[in-house]
């Protein structure tokens, strides 16, 4: 089949203000799987430019596709443009087939299928063994109930979704279609020619605000060596210089982790690592941090989430404030840096926990800082906690995590937004943070500094014109329940869970009466 992926243009600032572009992890590992079918298969990234929707539509009906899929990383605050997408290709090619994936589609496939008629099949979970079966089941003309994984309208046009799908045990049997993208037009890292990358999906532990937990179902990676083969595959071939690692915790495993840095410093290729991943993990490798680096990881992004133990409690994100310092320590002498997210916008917080979050970030010390906003999903167990709260931000393009979208108690909109910015401006531009930007001693690091600094300049100054001048909120909003329905945590995990076959035990050796 004539089959073409969409890679929707994204509308959150962090990702309009960069010079920078990174390709579509997702949609690539879609395509993979696909190319190996033997179908015709086609990228149209809309990212760059960004591409107005209405060439966007043009390009992608130009080879007058069989199918489209379209799918988008930040699928909750790129479901609009999405869904306007869906709705320009049927207005000019209604007989083509539109499906949809995603995390946000997945759980919210009832109400999309229900309010439009744009989008003919929804896939839920991870896709690659998912879509090869709808396409397959398309093209042979099958029985659609068979393939898990998938939602549609059935003969009476009601939502209907069929089994889920299993997780895929072994990471390794799908490929990544790199041959769907020019690697010289995409880069990050300040020009330098980057693509991004799964060691593992998922993650152990329990924090209860995580979008992507359940999505996944349960942790698991891939082969260490197979892993580091490819990025030195993708170095030789196609010249890139930074893996960007879209993981949501890659070093669970000490063992499987240390066969990668292994395995990556054997194969001798100058990349880049960067990803993030927990203050836990980071204290306990604290024997192999020397690795790290050597490997090339350059900077963790640590998801902190808050500096105040309580809410740590609430959200159940399991860490520690004393973990969360020393771990930045560790990565400092070791040459690594640590970007510290930090969350505001609970309910009950006034200028007195902004003011002491903020001596706690002084105190952690961290090379950069993102702050961002309480942005909770339905499908999450913090959805149940936070569904009485009044949604004052209608507009789904913005939940994003940089835009406020939950009303407070305490403190109005421009309250929490201008101590938020005042907050990353001053621990941005402390003396130790500037020091570290104009003298580091490694020209690496020191380049890294300045380009996230300049790039945070331009997005802090947007951010402010947006909130002022172009975003609207309101005064007395819906409930978030209201807003997006029922909380779904029951049904947070969208697979049944495969695990791979265990290895036979080896046989007892026999020992011969002479031995």
Known sequence: MNIVLINPPHT???SRVPDDHLPPLGLLALGGPLLDAGHLVRLVDAEFGPMPLAALV????????????IGHSGSTSAHPTALRIAQMIKAHAPATIVIYGGVF???????????????????????????????GALERRGPLSEVHG??????????FATQPAKTIANLDDYRVGWEL???????????????????????PHLCNYCGQRGFWTRWRHRDPKKFAQEIAWLHREHGVELINLADEN??????????????????????????????????????????????????????????????????????????????????????????????????DEGFRDLWRGFRQLIAYDPDQIQALYVTPHRWTPFFRIARDRKVIQLDARLWDYKHQVLQ?????????????????LAVQSRPKALARILFHKDPEQRHSMRWYTQMGRRVWFREVWGFLVRDRRLEHGPTLAEFWGAPQDQEEESMTVVRPPRKPAAAPAVISPGA
């Not at 004393?322 to 997210?341: F, P, V, Y």
């Open 105 to 135: 589609p997945t759980y919210h496939w009832r109400d999309i299928l229900a309010e439009t008629d744009v989008f003919d099949f929804i896939v839920r979970g991870e896709g690659e063994a998912t879509i090869a079966a709808l396409i």
């Open 408 to 424: 407070m108690t305490r403190l109005k909109p421009w309250m929490l937004f201008f101590s938020v910015k005042l907050i990353e």
């Open 58 to 69: 043009r390009d992608a009906l130009s080879g007058q596709p069989d199918c489209i899929l």
């Open 250 to 347: 890659p070093t669970v495993s000490k063992k499987a982790w240390r066969v990668f840095l292994d395995a990556l410093i054997a194969e001798n290729v100058p990349v880049l690592i960067v990803g993030s991943t927990r203050a836990d993990d980071i204290v306990r490798d604290a024997d192999i941090l020397h690795l790290y680096r050597k490997a090339g990881v350059i900077r963790w992004l640590l998801g902190m989430e808050n500096t105040d133990e309580q809410t740590l409690q609430l959200i159940r994100k399991g860490g520690s404030t004393s973990s969360d310092r020393e771990a930045i320590r560790l990565l400092r002498q070791h040459g690594i840096l640590s970007m510290a997210t930090w969350v505001a916008g609970f309910e």
């Open 12 to 14: 959150a600032i962090g």
């Open 181 to 203: 993208i020019d690697h010289r037009r995409y880069s990050y890292w300040g020009g330098k020619r980057a693509v991004v990358m799964q060691f593992s999906r998922g993650c």
């Open 150 to 159: 998938i939602a549609f309208r059935d003969d009476l046009r009601r939502p």
